[in-house]
């Protein structure tokens, strides 16, 4: 088929980006460009295989991970539309195993209940995605929690528990398991021949990509996973198959309705708005709309981009945990839209004398929130939790996190102070961490989380304190570093062959000053008690 001359010189754009992965021994990536229902560009760069030297192609799968939330969500939309089920229910009407917390499965699916992160509960438990764990070990981990990270709508946090539950909520009313839903419902009818539900992580898939990790310059390690999947992320697909997918928001086969059921807004309950819709989140690309999600698993990493109003389609897959689709994504979207009229003007790129003035560890005791601010390899990056994120400059003064799993916008505040938007028009001042304290002596002891299962028992070892954890799947392990903030306030870091993550731990003591409790936050989980015990 003959491409126009704009075509070719998109490639050619798209190829520079990934010139680095085609190069030999390396893992790489696939690239989807498709406009008005026309594939223009569809393009595997680097090896689907190191060790055996297959090269990625149009037809290579990959795990899509939370890619795979919006099938889930279109299966329960469905079973909605059929009178099967109602989106104000709570998840434990369908699923009485759960505690009746007053959540709704509508907020489920945006991402407003308030429920923690199963892999989050387990991992304060010790455990993590590099050991064995069962299905009904991820359903137990949501049976056994109670708590909620905040009253249900009133604010956005993602949460892996939300679709979990959504799967199996699917699974008990269609008495069936959620991957023949799926294809039965979704990817049959759609010619999605490609993509199926693979919940086990033993299951063969014909041509699925190895994951890897590293990079060219350290050298590429296997990624390995021990965890089953399912409405959380269980999917595996090509390029061409969620390309097909795409199109069925403008030309709807399933259903005239759901696209437009997956992308309505919803208002938190403060009238803020939640750019996380059902399943999909909204974004923009140089001022223009667009619809769609990330995926991110050991090694594979996703970015399914839609700009509706223009009718263009990104995708791009990835099997190499160094490679940032989502950036990568929107680049090419904005090179795809070029010239086009409603196209905004590129931003000033954010400077480092900026940044500089900034730079250093921030802290607000009353969430309590720790973030670091750095110029790194070229671009201002936070971390925070233990993970890396870039900042992107926003209206106002304002620069924001690029990716929107979760809410991070900074600005200089007054008198040295930063001001950070944290979402649902929570607006924290942030002061510069001076000399940290201590760690107290007196945190030493066992302390124990209902929620999770969990226990942690503290001790001093050579000049500091760890934290040997155990939880429901597992005991021993490497003991977790504890470095102290302020006289409140502790941090406590995970060991990790894939993310070195951290939690705050704020310290709850009674009348006479004794420790009674550590009340834990996460990424994912805010406020979690941990009680002593003895």
């Not at 190069?23 to 560009?41: F, K, N, Q, Y």
């Not at 919006?70 to 009485?96: C, I, N, R, W």
Request: positive net charge.
């Amino acid at each position: 088929m003959p491409k126009s001359i704009e075509t070719v010189a998109l490639e050619r754009r798209i190829d520079a980006l990934f010139a680095r992965y085609a190069l030999p021994g390396s893992p790489g990536a696939v690239v989807g460009v498709m406009r008005d229902g026309s594939v223009e560009i569809c393009k595997g760069y680097g090896l689907a295989s190191i060790e055996l030297g297959v090269p990625i192609t149009l037809q290579t799968r990959f795990r899509i991970a939370s890619v795979s939330k919006q099938f889930t969500v279109t299966a329960a939309l469905m079973l909605a539309a059929e009178g099967k089920l109602e989106l104000s229910d709570p998840p434990h009407k369908y699923l009485p195993e759960l505690p009746p917390l007053p959540v709704t499965i509508d907020q489920m699916m945006r991402n407003t209940s308030g429920l923690p992160d199963f892999l989050e509960l387990l991992r304060l438990g010790g455990h993590g995605l590099d050991k064995p764990a069962r299905p009904d070990d991820l359903f137990a981990a949501c049976r056994r929690n109670r708590h909620l990270n905040f009253a249900p709508g009133s604010r956005f946090l993602y949460s892996n528990t939300n679709f979990l539950l959504l799967g199996r909520i699917i699974e008990k009313i269609t008495k069936r398991k959620l991957g023949e839903v799926l294809a039965e419902r979704i990817f049959q009818p759609l010619g999605m021949t490609s993509t199926m539900l693979a919940a086990e992580i033993d299951t063969v898939i014909p041509g699925l990509a190895t994951a890897y990790l590293g990079d060219a310059g350290q050298g590429f390690r296997r990624a390995g996973h021990a965890y089953p999947q399912g409405g959380e992320g269980g999917l595996t697909s090509t390029v061409e198959d969620l390309l097909i997918w795409s199109r069925h928001f403008d030309a709807p086969v399933l259903g005239k309705s759901l696209p437009t059921a997956l992308a309505a807004s919803q208002p938190l309950t403060g009238g803020h708005a939640n750019a996380y819709r059902r399943g999909v989140a909204v974004g923009e690309v140089r001022g223009l709309e667009t619809v769609g999600h990330g995926g991110l698993w050991p090694g594979f990493r996703t970015e399914f981009l839609r700009v509706p109003a223009a009718g263009l389609t990104v995708v791009v897959i990835a099997n190499l945990g160094s490679i940032d689709p989502w950036r990568l994504a929107h680049t090419i979207a904005a090179e795809a839209l070029a010239g086009d009229r409603r196209l905004a003007s590129a931003p000033a790129p954010i400077e480092e004398k900026e940044i500089k003035p900034l730079a250093g560890t921030w802290f607000n005791a009353e969430e309590p929130s720790l973030f670091e601010l750095a110029w790194h390899n070229g671009e201002p990056t936070v971390t925070q939790n233990g993970l890396p994120f870039a900042l992107g400059r926003r209206a106002d003064g304002w620069l924001g996190a690029e990716r929107g799993s979760f809410e991070f916008m900074l600005k200089p505040g007054r008198n040295g102070t930063l001001s950070v938007d944290l979402g649902a028009g929570r607006i924290l001042t942030f002061r510069e961490l001076g000399r940290r304290k201590a760690v107290p002596a007196a945190i030493a002891g066992t302390y124990a989380s209902a929620d999770t299962g969990a226990t942690w028992r503290i001790e001093r070892q050579g000049g500091g304190f760890v934290a040997h954890v155990s939880g429901p799947l597992i005991a021993g392990g490497a003991p977790w570093p504890i470095t102290g903030i302020d006289a409140d306030t502790v941090d406590i870091a995970t060991p990790g062959n894939w993310l070195a993550i951290t939690q705050l731990a704020r310290l709850e003591r009674d009348r006479s000053g004794r420790i009674v409790a550590l009340v834990v936050s996460t990424g994912r989980i805010k406020s979690m008690r941990f009680e002593r015990v003895g």
